[in-house]
């Protein structure tokens, strides 16, 4: 299993996308994820960027609407830099209230993974805790697996999902014919904070040991709020890729 972050981590990173993917390479990351900024330079001066630094393009986060409204751009952008992953990164609490709505929600996704599937790419859906919310027919996320399309995959975030009070090992183990991509953001149970991997309630030896066990291909670090961007970059390649190797 390869390592990899998610770029949210870094955007407040001074430098370019080009810079931040040098760190990244630096840092002993496999990969990146990306989100924004990738719009601030060429996809051939990020092609470029990627090679020097010696990584791979795993996925990128795209907003639901935005694929709704431009899959062919969308589609066009993931050929550029050269990953086949499309990443939903939010829907918001509403989504998962009730059954009803969970059932709208799959079939909502279920058709955009259908769509990029058609296109030789595959979507994924990324959790946050909202997704564990109680419905009178049982956990939201559980509906929104059985009843969405096999066409999509799931980006569970770890850290999420124990925020929601999910047991996010039983959760991998559970879904894991429909998970390729595990998210390692840590969380502290009793506050909103975003502590450092590893400094968390969130067992990273045990979720890696999970992730490999499933055969996920890609263990990603994000820290979405991190008090410093570049000690978060170092200390998030140096616990993950403790933790899965």
Known sequence: MQTAIQLYTLREIDGSILDVLARVGDAGFDGVEFAYRVDEASTAEIREALEDAGLTAVAAHVGIETLEADLDGVIETAEALG??????????????ETVAAVEATAERLSELARAVA??????HYHN?????????EGVAFDLLVERSSDDLMFEVDAGWALYGGADPVALLHEYADRISLVHFKDVRLDSEDAPPLGEGDLDVDAVATAAREIDAEWAVFENDEPDDPVTALANGADVLSGAVR
């Open 83 to 96: 990953y086949e992953d499309i990443v939903v990164p939010w829907l918001d609490p509403e989504h998962f």
């Open 118 to 123: 058609d296109r030789g790419l595959q979507l």
């Open 128 to 136: 946050h805790d909202q997704e564990f919310a109680e419905t009178d």
